[in-house]
């Protein structure tokens, strides 16, 4: 197992649809294996394999790190939103998309379609914060961050701040080269 780099957004591949799995073969037991291990390294919540620069649909979740919410441990393939019922709003942020949080409004309540580890497929149910945690997740798999459900206003604040952001992390990315 391995700790992987996470693709910092705008990268391409967080901006496009990932592939399904057609087999769950050793590679990607293996990409499943280094998703949970960099997801827990850095303190994630939720993980999806375009994260780590692999277009694959897979997703990792664990909300049992944050206190007061329902525990929900779980890797999905090929996941798929097949129902989904009310509102939510809930301050959102993204390992991709350092240093911005937001406001972001989802469902409430969820139905899951998806892949198991052993190649079952099932079904599940999600409300709450674990919803919230697997629809910027799923979001993820079809190339879209949780900055792209924010409108209007919100969006610009959101975006002008990320784009300071990312010129810091570019500025401390020159001085540690030239250090
Ligand atoms: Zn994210």
Known sequence: MAVRDIVIYPHE???NPTQKVEDINDEIIQIVNDM???MYEKDGIGLACNQIGIPYSIIVVDTSIKEGVQPVKLTLINPEIIASEGKQTYKEACLS??????????????????????????IFEFEGFPAVVFQHEIDHLSGRVFLERLKGVKRRLALEKYKKVLRQLERAKKNRESA
């Open 36 to 38: 949970w291990e960099t």
């Open 97 to 122: 998309v350092p240093g911005v949080a937001a406001e972001v409004e989802r469902a409430y309540w969820i139905k899951v379609k998806a892949l198991t580890p052993k190649g079952q497929e099932e």
């Open 13 to 15: 591949v967080l901006k």
